[in-house]
């Protein structure tokens, strides 16, 4: 049984979310905290498995708590955010700081019933997130001096790397992107998160990598140097003109409970990029994006999937393993050399 503390100061939102996690068998609320004094005692004398946790609430806000919390007490938090350009700089900090993932407050663009799949989801992945390897990043804001592009460099290749991450990836994605030079071949990236959060995510990941990171848009071009990030609500699919790959950005029915789903952008990446990609999965719950690294692998990919002990949710890597899509399990820090090695190996440096 995974119990959850509730911790929001709107008393609709506390009955909302209680009623919806109470009516599955494996979940259930231990208790409901309107601001974090009050969650701080109820914390020491239930001890929650997971944490759903507002950000904005009277006497202390939610990041300050979760700062505190993470410090002295880490244990996974799910972060209920309402879905706006403020509250989801607000959320991509709480990541930063340990949040397992975040979702829509309800009222917030979802309809309950969208709210609570995702919530359900969200705290079952939180109860399978590792915590003894946590350590709190620190807040200052880092950006880089991108170099200016060679010549040449601002083009399309016949070459390209895929990746697909869920719960715990944004900090994966980063890690792995910070370490990718100017020329590395375009990147394509599917990360489950809720819209209007991958423009904040893109525009975080563009100030601190020295390739250009953007969310993707209908018909934008995959070029060295740049990853285009899959808008939330919207699946990302590779097409191919003449010698140029570029993406398709449009809506249709969720893949495996995704959109953006992993598998619909692997399997796109499969059917026309084929021996010419380097596939990665990354830490996430579910086995989103198995089935297209599998059909990657058979047209001629190499997959890259990250470990056990690394991944804050081995699921969709394990899944990826266990059908058979992956070439090559490794630790998160070492991804990005990986990636490096492989696409030298192909000749995609220009």
């Known amino acids: 049984m995974i119990n959850v503390l509730v911790i929001d100061d709107s008393a609709l939102v506390r009955k909302v979310l209680t009623d919806e996690l109470n009516k599955q068998p494996d979940i259930r609320v231990v208790g409901t905290a309107i601001d974090p004094y009050a969650a701080r005692e109820k914390i020491m004398k239930l001890r929650p498995d997971v944490l759903t946790l507002d950000l904005e609430m009277p006497r202390m806000d939610g990041l300050s708590f979760l700062a505190m919390l993470m410090k002295h007490y880490p ?26 993932d975040v979702i829509c407050k309800p009222g917030s663009a979802y309809s309950t019933q969208n709210v609570s799949r995702d919530i359900i989801k969200a705290v079952r992945a939180a109860s399978h997130a590792r915590f003894d390897q946590f350590v709190p990043e620190p807040e200052e804001k880092e950006t880089v001096t991108k170099p200016k592009a060679k010549s040449g460099l601002a083009q399309t290749t016949n070459k390209l790397i895929a990746i ?145 002990a690394t991944s804050v949710v081995y699921g969709m890597p394990k899944e990826a393993y266990r059908m058979g899509g992956v070439d090559a399990v490794l630790p998160l820090n070492r991804i990005s050399d990986a990636i490096l090695r492989e696409v030298a190996d192909k000749h995609q440096f220009a």
């Not at 209920?80 to 509250?87: C, D, F, H």
């Not at 375009?186 to 423009?199: A, D, L, N, S």
Request: hydrophobic fraction near 40%.
């Open 164 to 308: 697909g991450a869920s719960t715990g990836g944004t900090k994966a994605i980063e890690m792995v992107l910070k370490d990718l030079p100017l020329n590395i071949p375009g990147i394509v990236i599917v990360q489950h998160m809720p819209p209007v959060f991958t423009k904040s995510f893109s525009d975080r990941l563009n100030e601190i990598c020295t390739i250009d990171v953007v969310e993707a848009r209908d018909g934008d071009l995959v070029q060295s140097g740049k990853a285009l990030l899959a808008p939330g609500n919207y699946h990302m699919q590779l097409e191919k003109s003449g010698a140029k790959y570029y993406v398709r950005v449009k809506q249709g029915p969720p893949v495996n409970h995704h959109r953006p789903s992993v598998d619909v952008l692997f399997n796109s990446v499969a059917k026309v990029a084929g021996v010419n990609a380097t596939g990665v999965i990354l830490t996430g719950m579910g086995a989103d994006g198995a089935a297209g690294m599998l059909e990657m692998k058979n047209a001629g990919a190499y997959n890259i999937a990250q470990d056990e």
């Open 75 to 100: 244990m996974p938090v799910v972060v209920v955010s309402s879905l706006t350009p403020k509250n989801s700089e607000n959320a991509l900090r709480a990541l930063r700081l340990g949040a397992v």
